[in-house]
């Protein structure tokens, strides 16, 4: 593993792995995504195991649209329902959850606040593609102590890939291990390398 990544204060962000975008049977499943949810099922209960918080970063569309990317706005506003609050497709996988653990409460959520969902396991929303946008995030990471992040999850080129901008931004060391990531592609990878990302195979992190 790099040596830019501070293990001793590291933090999982799994970006969108809800039911309509990871489920084959979601209304808006990201091709590829299915794959993905054993490799980041197993970095989940890694970080667990060596003690490192665990963040599910959601997405929640108001069914006027008024919460959506511009781009999605209208779409979402005529009916289409994806990740609507209190519905069974906003639901994040329970594979990735702990054993224990119970969904968000979305009211809290689209309020502002951090949700537990267990010891090490915590849920944000965000209302645009990256993780610290008009999020709590960024304070919760500080309280916590956090300097580098492990980011997974879908759909690259959208949010993981801002997430991972907007944390540079803030000076955190960042590691991405692409067989955790839908949508992934060479350039891509080569852009993150050439901003100080850290590529890590997933098989480093089940014992780190």
Known sequence: MDINIDWRHAALLIIDMQHDFAAPDGSAYIDGTAEIVPVVSHIA???RNAQRPVIHIVRLY????????ICRRERIA??????????SGAAILPVLLP??????????????????????????????????????????????GIRSLVVVGCNFP????????????RDFSLGIVPE????IYPKGLEELT???????????????
Request: include cysteine; proline fraction near 6%.
């Open 78 to 87: 005529s009916g289409m329902s994806v990740v609507a609050p209190y519905t």
């Open 194 to 208: 050439n901003i100080g990302v850290n590529v890590i195979a997933g098989d480093a992190l089940f014992a780190f």
């Open 99 to 144: 054993d224990v653990a119970e969904q968000p409460d979305h009211r809290n959520l689209l309020a502002g606040k951090v949700e537990r969902l267990g010891d090490l396991d915590y849920a944000v929303y965000k209302p645009r593609w990256g993780a610290f946008y008009r999020t709590p995030l960024m304070d919760f990471l500080m309280e916590q």
């Open 158 to 169: 959208n949010c993981p890939r801002t997430t991972v901008y907007e944390a540079s931004e």
């Open 62 to 69: 108001l069914p006027d649209g008024t919460n959506a990317d």
């Open 180 to 183: 955790a990531l839908s949508g």
């Open 45 to 47: 209960q890694a970080f």
